[in-house]
């Protein structure tokens, strides 16, 4: 079914605009929202440019909304302050919003760096405790729990996907493992919306990748089928490093680079 109207957050972002681009069949209306400049609207948009630190606006444009693709925020580590506004205040108010405006179902933008401290070869499920490996990755976590009562509680649906790495195409080697194509994305974002009951589920975000790390089972009953493969760019990615060290952290750990990233201090 197609709906009337979708908002789609943190459309000025990467995937945002990979939707905006492309998700055009999901619904009559996209309502977009960003704290960024989104440009002009076209014919079937509707354009929002606000803070989702503001409940009061989230509050007006998640009316008259059938279902949302939840993509704002912070999407890297940062202070703090920063996470806690964009992301954590942010998800609240977007949660809460869609309550009092009668808003059933959402679609997360979640991310691996939730348990971005599970080792590769544990081939983790969609079941295992949270192990964040950055603030990022704790909001990430946070939205989770929060998507989980908001369904347990008021019945609000939720397909969380821990987003891998979706790019155009694998930038480095652990990305030949952690990859999502834009297409498989889009694919993930429409059986989150269509598929008949979600409830609460988890899913990672990940095309059919040779080295894929995670267990990926839980997608199964969404309908989710990858049609891409990180393999077809492996030459290429390895002609641009150096073999890594088997034991090095961006190669132990899920998250790679951000297990051992520094942390950002507030001042
Ligand atoms: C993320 O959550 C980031 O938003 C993205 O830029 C990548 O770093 C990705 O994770 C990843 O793990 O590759």
Known sequence: AKFNRILITGAAGAL???LRENAQHLADTL???DIADMGEAKANEEIVQADLGDFNTVLEMTKNVDAVIHLGGMALENTFETILNANIRGFYN?????RQNGV???VFGSSNHAIGFYEREAMIDSFVPHRPDSLYGVSKAFGEDLARYYWDKFGIETLSIRIGSCFPEPLDRR???????YRDFIQLCDRGLNTTRVGFTVVYGVSANRENFWNNQQAAFIGYQPQD?????????EANSSQPNPNDTAVVYCGGSF??????EDK
Do not use: N
């Open 16 to 18: 945002g605009t990979v």
């Open 31 to 33: 309502r977009l929202t």
């Open 94 to 98: 977007l949660y809460e919003a869609c």
């Open 104 to 106: 059933k179902r959402i």
């Open 175 to 181: 990305m030949l493992a952690t990859w999502l194509s």
């Open 229 to 237: 493969s990180a393999e077809i760019y492996r030459e290429k990615v």
């Open 259 to 264: 297990p051992a990233a520094g942390h950002f």
